[in-house]
């Protein structure tokens, strides 16, 4: 394994047709449904089986934590200002509310370790095409057939250090939004995407559109300085009460959640 030779890819399966933005009903209602309250075990549950193991990987063990040690910059590349602005939004939303993680938008792509590819959905199947080579491409479609994906590749500490992410721009804003959360985020680390936590963004299931309080638990306790790159499940598990505890505090505190 190499910093150069392993991707781990996440695929968005999402709605198409719902629309989009904080103040639109079809994202407020489900903010107003949102389940908040969880128990130590259903948050640790969706952690170790986001942070461990990959939806679709092509080389290197996925058995260990993976994340960035150093801050995360992301570069927009595409031609609509407005989605471009709604990016900006979305990153700025995910660095208020994970403590310890260092992201913001570059100014060019030279500068930035995240690439975000914005196409227009008929040219989705070309831009994985050129990016991950035809083979896998026919792979990808045929086997997930996503509306967006992100990729990372990492070192041999496990450390994060360069993401790829693709989002279409003219599925509406729903789709926008659902998948530049759910594909950003992935980016950072939880790969893995999974059937049996209901409450996550990283369940096919699930459609979200704005950053929800369980995956804020995920990410928090990701970029814990306790827990590091390269860590095993079981080393993971020895610091998680500590951790936990002080990410429960940060949650409610952004959130204005009860205590």
């Keep these: 394994m190499t910093a150069i030779a392993l991707a781990t890819i996440a695929f968005g399966s999402v709605v198409a047709s719902l629309p989009a933005s904080a103040e639109i009903p079809a994202i407020a209602s489900r ?34 934590i993976r994340k960035y040690k150093a ?43 995240v690439l975000v590819q914005m196409v227009r959905d008929r040219d989705l199947y070309r831009t994985i095409s050129k990016s991950y080579g035809s083979e896998r491409a026919r792979e990808i479609k045929t086997s997930l057939d996503p509306q967006c994906l992100s990729g ?11 993401s790829d992410v693709i989002l279409t721009t003219d599925n509406g804003d729903f789709v926008f939004f659902d998948c530049a959360y759910e594909e950003l985020l992935q980016s950072l680390g939880p790969i893995n995407d999974t059937s049996s936590v209901p409450w996550t963004m990283f ?13 804020q638990y995920i ?12 860590m095993n499940v079981e080393e993971v598990k020895a610091v998680l009460p ?18």
């Design 31 to 64: 903010q107003r449904a949102e389940k908040k309250a969880f128990t130590d075990t259903e948050i640790i549950d969706g952690f170790l089986k986001t942070a461990f193991g990959a939806e679709y990987h092509l080389a290197g063990r996925v058995d260990r």
């Design 71 to 113: 801050p995360v910059r992301v570069f927009a590349d595409g031609k609509s200002q407005n989605r471009k602005a709604q990016l900006a939004k979305v990153v700025a939303d995910i660095g208020a509310k994970v403590a310890h993680l260092d992201i913001a938008m570059a100014e060019t792509a030279e500068a930035a370790n």
């Design 152 to 162: 990372f590749r990492k070192n041999e500490r496990y450390e994060i250090e360069h």
């Design 203 to 215: 369940n096919d299931e699930v459609s979200m559109g704005f950053f929800d309080v369980y995956d």
């Design 219 to 230: 990410l928090n306790i990701l970029y814990d300085p306790r827990i590091t790159a390269g």
């Design 242 to 259: 500590e951790v936990l505890a002080d990410v429960r505090a940060w949650v409610r505190k952004v959130n204005n959640l009860p205590e």
